[in-house]
């Protein structure tokens, strides 16, 4: 997720639905009008949502309530709507202390308690990071490559064998986030299209999780959803210098990254060009304009014609997995759905009490912690 002030966000909006999803009529589901489906459609295996910050949620109070309004664990919530996939990011050291290795460990057996798959997406650092920024972990500051290197390796498969040895090997694994132009910046940017660094980066990863569990997927993780050169100019980068992974993944925010179409085309390219599985790794749709607290939300714009509402999130996430799943892709993760405005839960590691949510109009859950009683995850 990009988390750069929203002035400086591309914010590319399409009201033209994809290609492949273009019908000459509309089913209704759950009273949402929706793009039928495309006959020959394979199926989303991947059904995810990135519950990162639930912990910290849960840890302060934090009550989840179904659509029928009563109050339940909020992965079982989920679960019911359709989730059999979850997304959690690790930190190095954040100041938090949430989304470190303890943690996940934590949010990982709660999940395969219920039977949920786990993604572990590995930030390679203390703080965020995307495609604006891929700050270093202090403790690994003034190490070059070679030392990066290790760094990678021993950190990745720790944290996979600590999850192995509780009985909860993560499914599949990030190495990096939205690493668009690299990773553990200066050293593992890509300048003057030169990947070898973020190339040796990127084995060292791979290489750590396959001596863990050879069976844990690799995903590598960019946010070019947004254009089909940008996402050829990278990953064919990193094929060239002999990087080995499993599953191509992109976030996609329609705010950012443009029309349904163009999501479509950029996921046949890359599933055709690279012969390996794509997930959309993180999407998200607001269901209203307003804010919860005194941090300014990272974004209010519409796509598709759907507005900020229950019903507008709903259908635009709907039309979200109907594009991915016709365009042959294997999964979609909503980002952060259960993020809601509580005073303590901040944006900042480095100051949790002191930020607040910048997402809480993009959360499945408003603002009293009430579930969407439209939105669906579908196969």
Request: net charge neutral; hydrophobic share 40%; charged share 15%.
């Amino acid at each position: 997720m990009r988390t750069t002030s929203p002035a400086r966000r591309r914010r590319r909006r399409g009201l033209t639905l994809a290609a492949a999803l273009v019908a000459a009529s509309t089913l209704t589901v759950g009273g949402i009008a929706e793009p039928e489906s495309a006959t020959a459609a394979g199926t989303l295996t991947m059904l995810g949502a990135d519950v990162s910050s639930l912990q910290r949620s849960l840890d302060l109070g934090v009550t989840y309530y179904n659509a029928a309004g009563v109050a339940q664990n909020p992965l079982q919530i989920l679960k019911n709507k359709g989730v059999n996939y979850v997304r959690l990011r690790v930190w190095n050291n954040p100041a938090s202390g949430y989304n470190n290795k303890a943690r996940v460990l934590q949010q990982a057996a709660s999940a395969k308690a219920l039977g949920l798959k786990v993604m572990i997406d590995f930030h390679y650092s203390d703080t965020w990071a995307d495609p604006g920024k891929q700050y270093k972990p202090a403790a690994w500051a003034s190490h070059n490559i070679g030392q990066l290197q290790t760094d990678v390796y021993n950190f990745t498969y720790d944290v996979c064998t600590a999850l192995k040895n509780q009985g909860t090997t993560p499914d599949s694994v990030q190495i990096g986030n939205e690493i668009n132009v690299g990773m553990l910046w200066n050293e593992g940017k890509v300048v003057n299209n030169d990947f070898t660094n973020l190339s040796l980066l990127l084995k060292s990863g791979y290489n750590a999780t396959k001596a863990c569990s050879s069976g844990t997927q690799v995903i590598i993780h960019t946010a070019d959803a947004d254009s089909d050169a940008n996402m050829r100019w990278f990953y064919d980068g990193i094929k060239a210098k002999g990087v080995s992974w499993d599953i191509t993944g992109l976030s996609y925010y329609c705010m950012w990254h443009g029309t349904l179409a163009n999501l479509y085309n950029v996921i046949v390219d890359a599933k055709s060009r690279y012969g390996k599985p794509v997930v959309i790794a993180e999407t998200a749709y607001p269901f209203t304009t307003a804010n919860a607290d005194g941090e300014a939300n990272s974004t209010s714009a519409t796509c598709d014609g759907n507005a900020a509402s229950w019903t507008g999130q709903a259908t635009e996430f709907t039309w979200i997995q109907n594009t991915a799943r016709n365009a042959g892709a294997i999964g979609v993760f909503y980002w952060e759905p259960t993020w809601v405005a509580t005073s303590g839960n901040g944006w900042d590691p480095a100051n949790i009490w002191g930020t607040g949510n910048q997402w809480d109009n993009m959360a499945v859950f408003d603002w009293t912690g009430h579930v969407n009683p439209n939105i669906v995850w579908t196969p």
